[in-house]
């Protein structure tokens, strides 16, 4: 089944309300979107500082308790060397050292290889505090425990400065999880002896980080110089896995950036993809160690508080539309309320009722200007309808009295042909068409002693003025030519009887003749016509020689000449007025003389009759629809 | 995967003599990929298959598994085919009885980005590992005339990190690996295999007394490390479960990611050519070159002969 376009029947106010609505839900849209985002980046900004501010606060308290370690180790290295004459003495200061500051796992007075002859390769007093919290001592070095290659050890001996070095699992040492700051101990010829130590369990600091609550889904991490894990909420990966590990071979700019940062030792955040969610890792260096202290939030958890901000927008922007729409619509409505009872007031006054009533509209608006528009339309309605019944009324009574002088016009013509049916020696025919209801055209004939009077003329102009004329010069013919037997004196008279007080110049070609129906003798004479085409009896085709002659009704008293000729039997006279030469067609193309004869050559043997009839069809199909502009009239005379 | 390993050594369990010969073996290093084939053979019972009770131990980062064959503690151990070498001339003769990986993996990775050739390495301070595998970068430096600063280490990254060190010397299989999973990219890196010191590596060693007294349990040993070897390459996957699982039981801090790497480059280098299968076998050709520059650098006082070295005339 064909389904034919849908065209729906949609009020103003409906169009106007869809409008409405469509361009408040864009406007809604980007301002939300916009909005949005500009509260989702502050959010992200907001939640940046308060993650840096977290790590900042972190970071101040792990630095403290690190320079307090750092502090009793100074305050303690002085020590040494005022008894390294008495090496079980050394138990004590490392001891002394522990019970001060309880903060501190273990420490070594750790000596080069062969210090103390007697002890050999490795001497190392330890204290450190065993399961019961009691402070334990005992050498450390041994030869599977050779603390010369230990980084505690021998980076600060290499870099001749205090050293915090990197987290490891003390397994022969402390047995936990530490890290050691070590201070190389020089004697008076800056020779390196020993170097004396503090061990830090990491239980405290990474309890201080693991508390960090930036966010409510975030975890925290601590990354040693090195990248290793400190803290991590997976323990299986504390020191057994650096950050990078899971993207060895990975190379994307978030990772290269966050690389260089923690090698760096800068703080910074990047978006990383971790398991296919991303994240948002924020990280700051604690400066003494060149550790680095990090927060790992989900994107959601950032995007949390947007997210409830935009459910909200979004329902209070549905509410704020739906309330629009309510408010429009009332209005629209209030406002298109009038524009339908102007359209009933139309489809009545469409139906004829003038009077009708309009809505009463006291706004100074656009409403009010199409009330006083519909109310200048009643009003000139009702006076062109007047108007019109008048102008009606008098175009039917012309139309009326048209009809009528075309009766009467065409009641002046004879119009029974042949015209002598009881003759032998002449066969006649005429017709004329006229352009409008009356013409100017004009023929007429008749026999008079045995001659054949007649005429054929065209009236200058067209419609009833010509037609009067055109009346006016045919009774002249006939009265004129029942006493004068010259043609060019019937010319003359009716010149002077037309020119004499003709105030609207009008004039009347025509074309008189007189034949003599025994001897075959024309006469003639021309006032400014067509000249008529004789069809010889061999159907030959030539023009009548004639003089132009001025038309009549324009000179008192111009001396018309008359002309005169022979014609033999069997001779036909074709006489036509300008409307046969001049009928257009469509593309205002003429018939023209040429075309006239022509036409004729192709029928020099049809009688008169036939042969105006042909004539007409002729035009016709010339005119090819084209409207007719001028009157026409063909007479045919054959003198047989 | 893990039941089905489980469920194999119970039945392979069921399977062992009641007399089965109790061996000690100490790989080269702490519990890593680089061991992979053994612990597999242990694990799924090529070796009690073979009748021979294996117990693996680990030596220390300070004490190297040839000091623990030369102490007794243990009874067939891995090492580096040079150390080996050397060992037999000094301290103890060696048989080898299998020859796992046929190419250096021995790295120099460099704080300075512009240090492209071995004479740039004059006067530096370099790590090297405590335990040894320093005998080709010492004779490096002898024919170089380098007078390098050796700086032992059991660990370099935080030598290298700390600026304590310029250089240092790194397995790629190993300490380099760790370096670029700590996000330290090294200035420089040099391969020795690429500058004329490309000697086999790890090989399977027992003394040569204890080859004498157990001529067939050392032979079965070694066709089970083999087979053990030839499963991890088919099973790497599987394989690395097995190394985490030592690799935990000895606190090692390592992860899976660095023993997958580290597996990846140890099967690589056991290809004599690369995309062949291993041969597991010492090249006499090899041995002879490797004879000569330790000869020339007077780490032995005389070649090591490929037969007796291999057990042919044992």
Known sequence: ?640 | MKRKVSLMCLMLAALVPAFAQQITFTPQWTPQSQFAGYYAALELGFYREAGIDVTITHPTKTYSSINMLLDGSSDIITSELIQAVVATDNDIKLVNLMQTTQHSTLVLLARDKNIQSMPQLSGLKIGTWKVGFNEIPKMMDEEYRLNIDWIKFINPLNLYISGAIDATLAKSYSEQVLFTMSGITPGSILKFSERGFDYPEDGLYVSEAFFKKNPQVCRKFAEASRKGWEWVRKNRKEALDIVMKYVKAENVPTNIYNQKIMLDIILEVQEDIKGQAPSYTLSEDDLDKLNKRLLRHGYISRPVEYKRFTGGDL
């Open chain 1, 1 to 640: 089944m064909k389904i034919g376009k849908f065209t729906p029947n949609v009020s103003i106010s409906g169009r106007l309300m869809v409008r409405v609505l469509i361009v408040s839900a864009i406007i809604f849209t980007l301002s939300f979107s916009l909005f949005l985002r500009m509260s989702a980046n502050k959010m992200r900004e907001e939640a940046t500082k308060h993650a840096h501010s977290e790590l900042s606060n972190t970071i101040h308290q792990i630095d403290a308790i690190l320079q307090a370690v750092e502090i009793a180790v100074e305050n303690t290295a002085w020590v040494v060397p005022q008894v390294l004459d008495s090496p079980d003495s050394l138990y004590r200061i490392t001891e002394r050292l522990l019970h001060n500051n309880e903060f501190i796992y273990g420490s070594a007075i750790a000596f080069e290889p062969n210090f103390y002859s007697k002890e050999g390769q490795f001497f190392s007093p330890y204290s450190y505090r065993g399961k019961n919290g009691n402070i334990r001592s005992r050498q450390l070095g041994t030869d599977t425990y050779n603390y010369h290659y230990m980084d505690w050890y021998q980076i600060p001996k290499l870099l001749n400065k205090s050293y915090w070095c990197e987290p490891y699992y003390d397994d022969g040492g402390g047995e936990k999880m530490m890290t050691t700051y070590s201070k190389p101990l020089y004697n008076s010829n800056g020779k390196l002896y020993a170097v004396i130590t503090a061990d830090l369990s990491l239980e405290g600091l990474t309890e201080l980080v693991g508390n960090i609550k930036a966010f409510d889904k975030s975890y925290n991490l601590m990354l040693s110089r090195n990248a290793s894990y400190i803290v991590h909420p997976d323990h299986n990966l504390i020191l057994n896995e650096t950050i990078f590990s899971s993207t060895y071979g990975e190379s994307d700019e978030s990772l290269k950036k966050m690389q260089d940062d923690i090698v760096n030792c800068k703080e910074g955040e990047v978006l990383r993809d971790m398991g296919g969610d991303k994240f948002f890792v924020f990280y700051s260096p604690v400066e003494t160690t060149q550790w680095t202290v990090a927060i790992v939030c989900p994107l959601s958890e950032l995007h949390k508080d947007a997210k409830i901000l935009r459910n909200m927008l979004i329902v209070l922007g549905i509410i704020a539309l739906l309330l629009m729409i309510a408010l429009s619509y009332k209005g629209i409505r209030r406002v298109v309320a009038p524009i339908e009872k102007f359209s009933n007031v139309a489809k009545k006054i469409a139906t004829g009722d003038f009077a009708v009533e309009l809505p009463n509209i006291t706004s100074q608006d656009e409403l009010k200007e199409l009330h006083d528009s519909f109310e200048n339309m009643q009003t000139s309605l009702v006076k062109y309808i007047e108007e019109l019944k008048f102008t009606t009324a008098n175009k039917e009574r012309i139309e009326s009295e048209l009809q009528i002088a075309r009766s009467i016009q065409m009641g002046m013509l004879p119009k029974s042909f042949p015209a002598f049916p009881e003759r032998e020696d002449i066969s006649l025919s005429a017709k004329l068409v006229p352009a409008k209801e009356v013409g100017g055209d004009l023929y007429d004939f008749f026999i008079k002693d045995e001659k054949l009077y007649f005429i054929i003329g065209d009236v200058s102009g067209k419609g009833v003025p010509a037609s009067l004329v055109m009346a006016v010069t045919c009774r002249l013919f006939r009265s004129v030519a029942s006493y004068i037997n010259k043609p060019e004196e019937i010319i003359s008279s009716l010149n002077d009887s037309l020119a004499d007080g003709n105030d609207s110049n009008m004039f009347c070609t025509a074309f008189i003749g007189i034949l003599c129906l025994k001897t075959g003798e024309l006469k003639y004479c021309n006032a400014g016509h067509n000249a008529p085409l004789i069809v010889d009896p061999e159907g030959r085709i030539s023009m009548l020689n004639v003089k132009p002659n001025l038309p009549l009704g324009l000179f008192d008293g111009f001396p018309y000449e008359g002309q005169e000729t022979t014609i033999s039997r069997n001779t036909m006279l074709y006489l036509f007025t300008d409307g046969v030469t001049e009928a257009e067609n469509n593309n205002k193309e003429l018939l023209g003389d040429d075309k006239l004869v022509a036409f004729l050559k192709m029928n020099v043997s049809a009688d008169p009759g036939v042969l105006i009839d042909l004539t007409f069809e002729e035009i016709k199909a010339h005119a090819n629809g084209a409207e007719q502009s001028d009157d026409i009239t063909v007479m045919c005379i054959k003198y047989c």
